[in-house]
């Protein structure tokens, strides 16, 4: 089956710094996203991107599929990004989705 | 329109209980899938259904855990005699069409402690 990994595991920012974070799959993909999730809360869809790169005000998500890889780069990092980051992706023909363990997210002030 | 809901919010339970979620996914939505998230980590998919049927049920506990879709619309997720390994928090999420590149859509879950 689909082998999702998200690294890192954690990291802890400036706010003002810019973080990276990267999602490795280990099959081709049909369909990717990412997610937010607050602590105690839901998940919220940032991007549905499958492939190529797409921009959301600070946030920014590339999806190289040859290279089995996806990220997502927030720029000027703020302490309202605080949180877990998961990306979720499905293979061909399949509807089921497959979630990483996620990035834990602290920008300190 | 509206988004995904589940009820309860909560629940607390004794080791031997029994507990019910319920799901209600966006009009229109024909996928809908439960997650159990345990603390600090991700989702992982318990069982999905497609209309009234399961498509896959793999990682569901069979000897406890059941779930029903019998409309295509509203699900429920049943524990017939609760574990502490079962605390976790368990998502309903629902699609009109993952694989045409629509996206995933989540309930609030309902956070589930065992004594």
């Known amino acids: 089956g689909q082998q999702v990994q998200q690294s890192p595991a954690s990291l802890v920012l400036q706010e003002g710094e810019n973080a990276e974070l990267q999602c490795n799959f280990s099959t081709s993909l049909n369909s990717m996203q990412w997610f937010y999730q607050r602590p105690g809360g839901s998940l919220v869809s940032l991007f549905y991107n499958p492939s190529g790169t797409k921009h959301s005000g600070r946030l920014t998500s590339t999806t190289v599929i040859k290279e089995r890889r996806s990220s997502l780069h927030i720029s000027s990092s703020q302490t309202t990004d605080s949180g877990t980051y998961l990306c979720?992706?499905?293979?061909?023909?399949?509807?089921?989705?497959?979630f990483g363990a996620g990035t834990k997210l602290t920008i300190k002030p | 329109e509206a988004g995904v809901t589940q009820s309860p919010r909560y629940a607390v339970l004794q080791e031997g209980q029994a507990v019910s979620f319920w799901c209600d996914p966006i009009s229109g939505h024909d996928t809908l899938y439960w997650y159990q998230q345990p603390r600090d980590q991700g989702p992982q998919l318990l069982v999905y259904?497609?209309?009234?049927?399961?498509?896959?049920n793999s990682q569901l506990p069979s000897d406890r855990f059941s779930a029903v879709r019998p409309k295509g619309t509203n699900s429920t997720l049943k524990i017939q005699s609760a574990k502490q390994g079962d605390t976790a928090t368990y998502l309903c999420?629902?699609?009109?069409?993952?694989?045409?590149?629509?996206?995933?859509?989540f309930g609030s879950g309902t956070r589930l402690t065992v004594l």
């Open positions: 999420a629902s699609s009109r069409d993952w694989v045409s590149a629509e996206t995933l859509y």
């Open positions: 259904f497609r209309d009234e049927a399961v498509i896959d």
């Open positions: 979720a992706l499905s293979n061909y023909g399949n509807e089921k989705i497959t």
